[in-house]
């Protein structure tokens, strides 16, 4: 009501210059009716450096230092619900803290690629976990007064063409792996914005998307948020004003020239465009402001925007906020491997340690395109490792292998990004490599054989290997050619190997490496992700032993590219345009989701192709035993207050799961257990198995813990595309309760 009176008071001009950014990161205000600008800021590892209005030069006042928080993926491994919350509310007191409105976060399309560029910002290749991770991010960013902007709807899997590759994907597939974690996101988190996608679905692009923004996240979903366009997602001014977005944003400066700037209000004067659907904007945006306490509206017949003198004022790079990074950080290391109990290594024997690899010192926060953040400090691992040990140890660092300079240029990322898709860039950008590799090779050996010969002398008592990707893989714009470990590690550490059976390896990286060329001989493996501030120090606890691992990966590692889920063959990335697509629509090529709801461990189970480590995989230094399972079930669940799921259940059928777990070892460890449900007569095309529930709990040694994971309608549930609509699926189930997808300690059978 008393938005509508204030929307009421705008005239055109004024309402469009609040619908597109008229600076890079910011809307225009209002001042008439005081009304504000919005301000919005990258996410998701931190609160991003400040930029000019309208270049893409650092703004350099060096006030803009902040915490770095762990990534999505870093996140999402530590199956902690309550951890993601508590990353969600210091990400938020950053946000406000430095002043800002929007905060451009959380990243949480579904990791359909094992090679794609951006899921180092992602969560998982399974909507369950996307889902149950989201959605306390998502509330705990928004205690802060400020928006969350839950990114990027939908259907944006790779970013090699991205801005315009246009999916095909089955109705069932849409619904079940790549919408439920934005529906969570709306519904049951409750999120005051979400971006847009780059790229088209169905023909349509995701920023203009008619099915998308109107039909699915409108009318079904009922959401009355913002939606604001990804950078330079919006091409038609038509399109674009008649759908449901509501801030146009974009990556040059010409702000008046944008397509909801001077061309909509030339189209709503000559009545192309009618100024209702601009009147339904301005109250999304309005009612944004309002929600965020960045404004309030008086009561009465002539209402007035007045600043809120109550909103929360947030702040940035407290002593609190690094503590919370590192109890993020430590959840987040996995522990892959650990024959013959290598790890953790004993300080008090560490006299000598040799660490190499360049990730051992490489300071990661500012990498990786608009995820990059200007980190307050950065403990990396040789740093954590010296800090943890102390004085009376000697720690001795080897390079290993060296990273050539990326970008020489100096461009600026986000606009070489976008020209990448010009005639010709392709290949040169690849000409250029193969030059650059050859002349790496003789520098590498001559690392290498230094690394080696030290980690061969004796004196040392504990080796450790720290390598992976960096941003100049996991990075926005571009996805991997492969999975292959750049740099030579791997002749590296099959050498280190060889010399030293004991050696510690450290995999650093945003997604999935090939380790099978030396996997096997290594007896300690440790994955984790780009962790955050604390991240080396966390590490460096782990290895020692004053933490004891409980990461368990949020997505399968494959082998290769070829064998990982998604991979249809050669034009895996996008196939040419049909005539028929050229003529309706604006796209460069397609990417056909084939392989419909075989997503990650979905695929990799029912096309018994083996990985290297299966989804939810993850050791402890302690042991764990499952005692026998029960099931309780119910009807008529009806609200998402009695526990059963966010969805407005009616009717249905509710369980319980319980099971006893021990620690059977003799450290106290944290185990995450996880509960799969099988339907019984699935089909080739449908998956063997789904998460459904998981529940990480601490178990003193010798103690054990009654875990009771409730499982919600939708674990019984298929979307149906007749009905369009969720319906239950009635039949013979089988749950699985286990450590990880492969491997399951107990079965039980029910029937629906
Ligand atoms: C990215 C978004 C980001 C935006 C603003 C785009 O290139 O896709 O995730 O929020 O830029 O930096």
Redesign the pocket.
Known sequence: MQIDRIVAELTTEEKIRMIHGAG??ETGAVERLNIPQLK?S??PMGV?AEFEKDRWVPAGNGDDDVSYLPSNSAIAMTWNPALAYEMGRVLGEEARGRGKDVI?AP?INVKRLANGG?NF?YLSEDPYLIRRMAVPLIQGIQTADVAA?V??FAVNSQETE?LWVNVEIDERALREIYLPAFEAAVKEAGAYSV?GA?NLLRGEHCCESRLLLGDILREEWGYGGAVIS???GVHHTLAAAKSALDIE?S?TPDFDDYCMASPLLAAVKNGEVSESFIDEKIRHILLLMVRIRLIEITAGEAPQVKRNRDRKRGCYNTREHRQAALEAARESVVLLKNEGQTLPFDPARARRVLVIGDNAVRRQASGG???EISALYEKTPLLGIREFLGGNSEVVFAEGYETPVKNESGENW?AA?LDAALDGEKERRAREKRAQEQAYHARAEELRGEAVRLAGDNSFDYVIFVGGLNHDYDV??QDRENLALPYEQDALIRELLAVRGDLAVVMLAGSPVAMQAWSKKARAILWMSYSGMESGFALAETIFGAVNPSGKLAESLPFSVEESSGYVGEDYLGRALTDGEKQRMDAHLTQEYREGLLVGYRYYERRNVPVQFAFGHGLSYTSFSYGSCRVRMRKGCETAADGCGGFGAQTVECCEVTVVVRNTGARAGKETVQVYVAREGAAEHEPVKVLAGFEKREVLPGQETICTIRLDERAFQQYDEKKKAWAGVAGGYELLVGSSSADIRQRIHVTI
Do not use: T
């Open positions: 890079l990161f919005m990258d996410g991003r451009l990243g951006r910002e902007c990114k990027h991205r971006m780059y990804d950078w330079g944003m990556v395109g608009s995820a986000q990004s926005e714009g």
